[in-house]
């Protein structure tokens, strides 16, 4: 992986992270957390929509609706868990 590759998954992952974190509970969680939260939601949205046979491309906005609906998914776990 190169330095733009890098550059540009770790900005999908805080723009999934930052986006989901809207979604869920309002606001974001700084921008390492939601650099961990999407990248972790990309690997969840991954295997959520290969196991649905669900497909959204392999460019930059199926990339980023997969690390989306996988970090919406995290955080409600996250939030289950917490109460």
Do not use: Q, R, Y
């Amino acid at each position: 992986m190169d330095l733009t590759s890098l550059l540009i998954f770790l900005g999908l992952g805080a723009l999934a992270g930052w986006l989901a974190g809207k979604i869920i509970k309002g606001g974001g969680s700084g921008l390492l957390m939601n650099i961990v939260i999407g990248i972790i939601g990309s690997v969840i949205g991954g295997w959520a929509f290969g196991e649905l046979g669900i497909s959204v491309g392999n460019d930059l906005v199926g990339s980023l609706v997969t690390a989306v609906v996988g970090a919406i998914i995290l955080l409600f776990i996250v939030g289950l868990v917490k109460k």
